[in-house]
């Protein structure tokens, strides 16, 4: 059974009743029910509980991290990122869902700005699968296709990804690299692009499927320990130097 927990930071429920309307029980609440579908335990966490709900226990007990969030990335302890970063370094997977790619774990991941150009237009967006191979496109056709969703456009100020796995369009004209792999560590992550808090984006099988998918994709198991610092040899070593043999 694969461990994942789903942190949302919960802000715009609070404060959007828009946003309330499309999520009553948090964007993360949607996230936890269509996985509990799979053989997942689910549990949450939102950024005003104690240490952000990121406790060392529940994030040793974390196979997967799902991340949401936006108006308060500045509000994430770095004490709480550290360890957060150094669990994914150790194997566990994390996903970045939408806004997140501004989140401090994820530019802390990345080493770059993550910026990109946007805009709230209502715009449809194509999601085109550009690697029908890999796990994380299993189940899904040649595209997914949202009615409505904020636009994200290039240039994405991100490291080139190991794996590019979907290519957004969007009405009006622009490009995105929308689902993104990278690895770091032991760990796995994966950057998944829609998701914006107005839209009801998480309703979408498809958006669901690739988010079940990369959950199971990011899982990591019986992994070697790497073993670092001043080695013995495992061999005799030989060698002569100034007629010297040692």
Request: net charge negative; proline share 4%.
């Given at each position: 059974m694969i ?35 799979e ?8 950024l ?8 060392d ?12 969030g ?17 669990r994914?370094?150790?194997g ?59 636009m ?38 994966f ?25 199971k ?15 013995k ?14």
């Amino acid at each position: 059974m694969i461990n994942v927990l789903v942190w949302n930071e919960n802000r715009h429920e609070q404060k959007n009743e828009k946003v309330r309307a499309v999520y009553p029980d948090g964007i993360h609440g949607v996230i936890a029910d269509f996985l509990k579908e799979e053989e997942f335990k689910i549990k949450t966490a939102t950024l005003d509980e104690a240490e952000h709900g990121l406790s060392d226990a529940v994030l040793q007990k974390t196979d997967v991290l799902i991340w949401w969030g936006h108006l308060a990335h500045g509000e994430v302890k770095d004490s709480v990122i550290e360890k957060v970063k150094q669990r994914v370094l150790d194997g566990m997977g994390l996903i970045v869902l939408h806004s997140g790619h501004f989140s401090k774990i994820f530019k802390a991941l990345m080493g770059t700005t993550c910026d990109l150009k946007w805009r709230e237009s209502d715009e449809k967006e194509r999601i085109w699968i550009v690697d029908p191979s890999h796990p994380i496109a299993e189940g899904l056709g040649e595209y997914i296709e949202l009615e409505k969703e904020e636009m994200y456009g290039e240039h994405f100020d991100i490291p080139a990804p190991d794996e590019l796995v979907m290519v957004s369009w969007f009405e009006g004209g622009e490009v995105f690299r929308s689902g993104c792999t990278y690895r770091r560590g032991k760990g796995k992550i994966f950057y998944f692009r829609p998701g914006h808090e107005t839209y009801p984006t998480y309703y979408h099988k498809d958006v669901q499927q690739v988010i079940k998918n990369a959950v199971k994709w990011a899982m990591q198991a019986n992994l070697p320990t790497p073993v670092y610092g001043n080695a013995k040899p495992l061999e005799k070593i030989n060698v002569k130097r100034e007629g010297v043999e040692r």
